[in-house]
């Protein structure tokens, strides 16, 4: 089944404890992304990955690592989180992040940092 | 970043009923989609339009990528009760790669 699947699904953490949020796709996707959904902000973008080794910057990047080594996996590492970061996460995949390929969304991590 | 305005924020409607959404910004896109989202799951694709102008279906949904680019509408005719979720639209810039969403909109059915 082709899917996008993200761990943990939850995790409650405090502030300063360095953590890795991972997504995997199954589905030979070039192109990668992390959003954050907040309360009447939609879904907002973090960083997004163009290939292996390609990332880039996208509109709430402060606060956040990535890294692209393998095709299916492009983990989210936030160093060292604040209260600001508690949220709602999700991983996206598409074929080609250019032309016209909707993105297919993992199922999200619930992140609490106290 | 963009702005995407997506009204209305909510709707109570009763099942049966027709319903009517749209996104507005104030730049234009090269592609319009339109996701819903249920609780505990990830956004799930509904439509996706490509070209201004374009009127596109998904059985008892229809959106349409206006003409100058810059809005959307997404509606869903006769109502159910699973069409309950947040629905949310988003527009790409095929040179950017970037999706940028609305805010929501929130639909309830009742029976």
């Known amino acids: 089944e082709a899917q996008v699947t993200q761990n943990p699904r939850y995790l409650i953490t405090v502030t300063g404890k360095k953590l890795t949020v991972t997504c995997s796709q199954n589905m030979n996707h070039e192109y990668m992304s992390w959003y954050r959904q907040d309360p009447g902000l939609g879904l907002r973008q973090i960083y997004y990955s163009m290939n292996v080794e390609v990332t880039d910057k996208g509109d709430v990047p402060e606060g956040y690592k990535v890294s692209r080594k393998e095709k299916r996996n492009f983990p989210l590492i936030l160093e060292s989180p604040s209260p600001n970061q508690t949220s709602l996460y999700f991983c996206a995949s598409s074929f080609q992040g250019t032309g016209n390929q909707p993105q297919h969304f993992g199922d999200g991590t619930r992140l609490s940092i106290l | 970043g963009q702005q995407l305005n997506q009204s209305p924020q909510s709707m109570f409607i009763q099942e049966g009923e027709d319903v009517s959404m749209n996104c507005t910004s104030s730049?234009?896109?090269?592609?319009w989609l339109w996701y819903k989202q249920e609780p505990g799951e990830g956004p799930v694709l509904l439509i996706a339009?490509?070209?201004?102008?374009e009127l596109t279906s998904n059985g008892r949904l229809t959106a349409q990528f206006g003409i100058t680019r810059k809005d959307s509408f997404l509606n869903i005719s006769a109502s159910i009760p699973s069409d309950v979720g947040i629905y949310f639209c988003a527009g790409q810039d095929g040179t950017a790669s970037k999706l940028t969403f609305g805010t929501g909109t929130r639909l309830q059915v009742t029976l």
């Open positions: 339009l490509y070209k201004a102008g």
């Open positions: 730049s234009i896109f090269n592609t």
